[in-house]
């Protein structure tokens, strides 16, 4: 294999009798690297998208819940659960919530939202809501310390009772808060879909809130439609008492959750995962991702016909080092060798290059900023390196690039030396 590679970089070396031929070789190994360049760079965008809506998903969102066939639950029975989570490997967290269809009053406006009762240190370690807590809607700069004590302040807000003077706080998001005209410190009704009865009849349950801090995750089903508040005031609104609707709870690896084990393990409880809440947005994710894979792919392909054709003119055009080859006694086995090794090393080359030019292109792009909430997560272009990916393209690259060159090759082998040489 050490002959046929050194005759073959010869081959490939050695000048030519046609251009042509050289200037194929040369669009084949750019076409190929070109072609795994535009790949892994498009889909390390593509999973930094997905990186970036999978924490802004699970940051306000639990990565499970956990909660009784029917009914809500007492505090004997969320004890009796709480038991069966800490069995569960790689559990982190825990947290109690309540859930429930409520609606939102300034002056005439009025809009329907869900309520979220949470207990906010509880939150904190299951959910990452302060990360996406705004301090107010002009996002002014402020030192990391100070920025961070007041996200704290802003969920030590919702608990309950409020300081003396003060009215409980709530959170809402940022796009909602926008629509009914809110910023931090102003004041809401919430109107809860309990009614008390009296004299003249039955009357909604109301509560003024102060709107403690605004959250912007970038997803309009989160950031238009979700309002926290203090789990004991929720509770009083809709009548609850010390009842729960279920337990919250964070894993250690969310993104390699196993609904259907987790499932087997809570057995007796409804469970839903982040996947179930948000299957839609990423399932289309995916589709785009292996769509613009099989594209991108054909469009490496183009690369693999030069390929084919530069090897087959270059057969062509060496037809009679063949025959003197194969008149000094070189086998079938090591012709076709030569000229697959030529595919090898076109191959490896113009793989190896695209490989290291997308990751430079990808590493690159990822210091252009970008305008403020475009990404909640990220004030740059969000980029991904999934290292397993890069081998699939780089693998299936190369792959190729040896398949196309068994024809030529094969050609090659072929030859027949006297019919070569009979008019030399």
Known sequence: MRLASFIGLRF????????????????????????????????SVMNGFRDNMFLAITGTM?????????????P????????????????????????????????????????RGIDPAAEARVTELKRFIKLAPSDAPRPPNTAESDKEKALAELRYPPPPGERAGILLGR?????????????????????????????PLVKRFRVAGLFYTGLSHIDEVIVYVGMPIAQKLYRM???IDGLAFRLSRPQQLDPTALRKAL???????????????????????????????????????????????????????????KSMGASNSLIRNV???????????????GLLLGLALSWAFHFIPLPKGVFPTADHLPISYQWGDYALITGISFLICLLVTLYPASAAARTVPVENLRNE
């Not at 693999?304 to 057969?315: A, D, E, H, R």
């Not at 000229?339 to 290059?353: K, N």
């Open 12 to 43: 490939l070396r050695a000048p030519r009798h046609t251009l042509s031929i050289t200037a194929v070789t040369w669009f084949s190994v750019f076409g190929v690297m070109f072609g795994v360049t535009t790949l892994i760079f498009v889909l």
């Open 62 to 74: 639990p990565n499970a819940r956990a909660m009784p066939l029917e009914g809500d639950m007492s």
């Open 76 to 115: 004997k029975e969320a004890d009796a659960l709480n038991l069966r989570l800490k069995s569960l490997p790689g559990l982190l967290a825990v947290s109690p919530y309540l859930s429930r269809q409520a609606f939102l009053r300034v002056g005439r406006n009025l809009r329907a939202i869900l309520l």
């Open 175 to 203: 796009p909602l808060a926008d629509d009914l005209g809110l910023t931090i410190g102003d004041e809401v009704d919430l109107i809860s879909t309990k009614q008390r009865i009296t004299p003249i009849g039955p009357v």
């Open 241 to 243: 008492h010390d009842r």
């Open 267 to 325: 057995e007796g409880y409804r469970v839903t995962t982040w996947k179930d809440e948000n299957r839609n947005i990423f399932q289309v994710m995916e589709l785009e991702k292996v769509g613009v894979f099989v594209v991108l792919i054909l469009i490496i392909v183009v690369a693999f016909f030069n390929i084919f054709g530069s090897l087959t003119m270059l057969v062509l055009e060496k037809r009679k080092a063949i025959a003197i080859l």
């Open 339 to 353: 000229f697959f090794m030529q595919g090898v090393w076109i191959g490896l080359v113009g793989t190896l290059a």
